[in-house]
């Protein structure tokens, strides 16, 4: 089956750092990727859906200055959290969607981020 | 307004035994797909099962089962003779249209007994 990584898998860093998350599809080209974030005991919030070649559109609410998004390839998107702040610690989940209609996301294993 | 609920937080099933986890879903558009997925402790997204809006039957995968109520809005996920390995969360989401983005609902804990 279709396979997406992240990297890191988790990462802890001081506040006011900038953090870059990869997510990547192995066996496959991902036309759309989409980013999500994770609260614990929550659901998962979409932030932004990034299509390769343009920018990344994102959700009500997100704010697209501090979460930078870049699908430069096919098979990877970068998510940057800059300037990350304690209340920025969460899950971070990554999923790829293939073109030509396919019904299904692949899941990265996603990235747990704790900002100190 | 809410696209997706899940109106069960938490549900306890006894091993062995068959469990029903709701999901209620809104939308205008007529081609929509369905999705259920089980989140472990280790927070990995698995996928579980699919329905499409104009599918006749209802989905089946293994001891998956989606029962699906499109008059009544309802995409609820069946699964047969538990096992302790089946204790996650569980998520019920909807994508609208062709290859769009998914919507999650609030999800469900499960908790298997011995």
């Known amino acids: 089956g279709a396979v997406v990584s992240q990297h890191p898998s988790w990462v802890i860093c001081k506040s006011g750092t900038s953090v870059k998350i990869e997510c990547r599809s192995l066996?496959?080209?991902?036309?759309?990727m989409f980013w999500y974030r994770q609260f614990p005991k929550q659901s998962l919030m979409l932030m932004a859906t990034?299509?390769?070649?343009?920018?990344?559109?994102?959700e009500q609410g997100v704010e697209k200055d501090k979460f930078l998004i870049n699908h430069a390839s096919l098979t990877l998107s970068t998510l940057t959290v800059t300037s990350a702040h304690p209340e920025d610690s969460s899950f971070y989940i990554c999923?790829?969607?293939?073109?030509?209609?396919?019904?299904?996301?692949?899941f990265g294993p996603g990235t747990r981020l704790t900002v100190l | 307004a809410q696209k997706i609920t899940q109106t069960q937080p938490g549900m306890f099933v006894q091993e062995k035994e068959a469990v029903t986890l709701d999901c209620t879903y809104d939308?205008?558009?007529?081609?929509?797909?369905l999705f259920w997925y089980k989140q472990p402790s280790s927070g990995e997204m698995i996928f579980l099962i699919y329905?499409?809006?104009?599918?006749?039957q209802n989905a089946t995968e293994g001891r998956y089962s989606l029962n699906f109520q499109k008059a009544r809005k309802s995409a609820n996920l069946v699964i047969s003779a538990s096992q302790l390995g089946d204790s996650a969360m569980y998520f019920c989401?909807?994508?609208?249209?062709?290859?769009?983005?998914?919507?999650f609902g609030q999800g469900t804990e499960l908790s298997v007994k011995p």
């Open positions: 999923s790829a969607t293939t073109s030509g209609g396919d019904n299904e996301q692949f």
């Open positions: 066996d496959f080209q991902a036309t759309t």
């Open positions: 990034s299509n390769e070649g343009s920018k990344a559109t994102y």
């Open positions: 939308t205008s558009d007529p081609s929509y797909g």
């Open positions: 329905q499409g809006s104009y599918d006749q």
């Open positions: 989401a909807m994508r609208e249209g062709w290859g769009g983005k998914l919507i």
